[in-house]
Nanobody, 125 residues
């Protein structure tokens, strides 16, 4: 599967942004899709994931209460709605996918074998 992330840009603190991860390829429904982010000088961190099949959702601490992940299997798109953005949310956001990923690994980037190119989100104060 090939992934393309989009929707990044400049937003003021307190604002919202929706990221999209568009996929091409077969059997998209069989893939867990996640968002990770990486800020300059920092390690990549888990943001959110939506499981294959029924679409169970998982959130990292950075996302809880502010971000919402969703997927449209017909359109092969995963969205990340980000609200109440803070300057600390400034980062490059990557989407990633893995087929039939075990629940124990949804937050670990090394288990995702397909990655999009990343989209920059900059939150200004």
């Amino acid at each position: 599967v090939q992934l393309q992330a989009s929707g990044g840009g400049l937003v003021q603190a307190g604002g919202s942004r929706r990221l999209s991860c568009s996929a091409s390829g077969r059997a998209f429904i069989n893939y867990t899709v996640a968002w990770f982010r990486q800020a300059p000088g920092k390690a990549r961190e888990f943001v959110s994931a939506v499981k294959y099949g029924l679409g169970t959702k998982y959130y990292g601490d950075v996302a809880k209460g502010r971000f919402t992940i969703s997927r449209d299997n017909d359109k092969k798109i995963v969205y990340l709605q980000m609200n109440s953005l803070e300057t600390e949310d400034t980062a490059v956001y990557f989407c990633a996918a893995a087929s039939f990923l075990h629940d124990d690994y949804y937050g670990t980037d090394q288990y995702y074998n397909f990655w999009g190119q990343g989209t920059q989100v900059t939150v200004s104060s």
